[in-house]
T-cell receptor, first 109, second 113 residues
Framework: DAKTTQPPSMDCAEGRAANLPCNHS???????VYWYRQIHSQGPQYIIH???NNETNEMASLIITEDRKSSTLILPHATLRDTAVYYC??????????FGKGTRLHILP | NAGVMQNPRHLVRRRGQEARLRCSPM?????VYWYRQLPEEGLKFMVY????????ESGMPKERFSAEFPKEGPSILRIQQVVRGDSAAYFC???????????FGPGTRLTVT
């Protein structure tokens, strides 16, 4: 079972930052927060992951609260091509990735 | 570095036939995961394999489904005696090790007629 809670859908204006929240109140100390997205019916795309510290890469930033019970994925300048289902996943070290229902992000022109 | 390759991309089978789905992991990746996505549904984990070993098959249906990842060659997901309910997109992912993030392939869309 997914250990995360995400809003089912969100809208964001093109060019604005998209902030996608995720609650994972039962996360344990050895569990990482991963984000993937699935554009239409393509294969899921890895975005970013982190344990405690905030992380940034060329795609996005991941902000994890100090108590690690929630996190936010930030797409700094959303484009129409960012329209997708975004999955927040809690993963124990070497375990498999388990997908929940995700957030359907609509980027509005 | 080429990504995860899956073939065929589309596969049509009649009820009762066998379906073989292939997954070639990224170079240097020795871990493979298979997932199934039914129409309008989420991604469901099926099986996790390392070269010549099944690590976790907790998501595999008990009958008709099998998976292998031989020492040489691609990973194969085999579905015997397909039924209409097997129609879905099947995705595989690979990683270089158990602690690394998996990267997904484009999927194989199986249609059972």
């Amino acid at each position: 079972d997914a250990k995360t809670t995400q809003p089912p859908s969100m809208d964001c204006a093109e060019g604005r930052a998209a902030n996608l929240p995720c609650n994972h109140s039962t996360i344990s100390g050895n569990e990482y927060v991963y984000w993937y997205r699935q554009i239409h019916s393509q294969g899921p795309q890895y975005i970013i992951h982190g344990l405690k510290n905030n992380e940034t890469n060329e795609m996005a930033s991941l902000i994890i609260t100090e108590d690690r019970k929630s996190s936010t994925l930030i797409l700094p300048h959303a484009t129409l091509r960012d329209t997708a289902v975004y999955y927040c996943i809690v993963r124990y070290r070497d375990d498999k990735i388990i997908f929940g229902k995700g957030t359907r992000l609509h980027i509005l022109p | 570095n080429a990504g995860v390759m899956q073939n065929p991309r589309h596969l049509v089978r009649r009820r009762g036939q066998e379906a073989r789905l292939r997954c070639s992991p990224m170079k240097g990746h020795s871990h493979v995961y298979w997932y199934r996505q039914l129409p309008e549904e989420g991604l469901k984990f099926m099986v996790y394999l390392q070269k010549e070993n099944i690590i976790d098959e907790s998501g595999m249906p008990k009958e008709r489904f099998s998976a292998e990842f031989p020492k040489e060659g691609p990973s194969i997901l085999r579905i015997q005696q397909v039924v209409r309910g097997d129609s879905a997109a099947y995705f595989c992912a690979s990683s270089p090790g158990p602690h690394s993030q998996p990267y997904f392939g484009p999927g194989t869309r199986l249609t059972v007629t």
